[in-house]
C-alpha cells in the first residue's frame, strides 16, 4: 500500500469526501483531488504535516512508511491530549498575564492622576 492509498484510507474512516477533507485540512480541493483521485502529484511534507495535525488519531510511521497502525496507541492519544491541555493552560495564562499588566498601567496612571489632583487642591 502507497502513501496514496494510505491517505484514501484516511478520507474512507472519516466518512469524508476529497473536498470535506480538503476544507478540513484548509487546503485547496484540487490539491487533494490531484493526489487521491488523479494520482498525478504525490503528497509533499507540508501537506503531510497538515494532514497529521488535523487528524492527530493517525499515526505518522504508517501515514509515511505504512508501517504499524493507521490510529495511534491510547499512549499516543493521551499524550496529545496532555499536550492540547497544556497549550490551553499556557494559553490562559498569558491572557491572565495580560489582563495584569494592563490592571497594573491603570492602577499606575490613576495614582499619578490622584496625585497630581492633590497637589492641585
Do not use: C
Not at 21 to 45: E, L, S, Y
Amino acid at each position: 500500500m502507497d502513501v496514496i492509498e494510505r491517505i484514501q484510507k484516511i478520507i474512507e474512516h472519516e466518512k469524508l469526501s476529497v473536498s470535506s477533507f480538503a476544507r478540513k485540512m484548509g487546503v485547496g480541493d484540487q490539491t487533494i483531488r490531484g493526489i487521491v483521485v488523479q494520482k498525478r502529484n504525490k503528497p509533499g511534507f507540508d501537506l503531510i504535516v497538515k494532514m497529521l495535525q488535523t487528524f492527530d488519531w493517525v499515526s505518522a510511521e504508517w501515514l509515511l512508511l505504512g508501517q504499524g497502525s493507521m490510529e495511534k496507541d491510547e499512549n499516543d492519544v493521551e499524550n496529545v491530549e496532555y499536550k492540547r491541555s497544556l497549550e490551553e493552560l499556557i494559553s490562559y495564562l498569558k491572557e491572565k498575564d495580560e489582563k495584569i499588566e494592563k490592571l497594573i498601567e491603570e492602577k499606575t496612571e490613576f495614582r499619578v492622576l490622584y496625585e497630581m489632583s492633590k497637589k492641585e487642591l
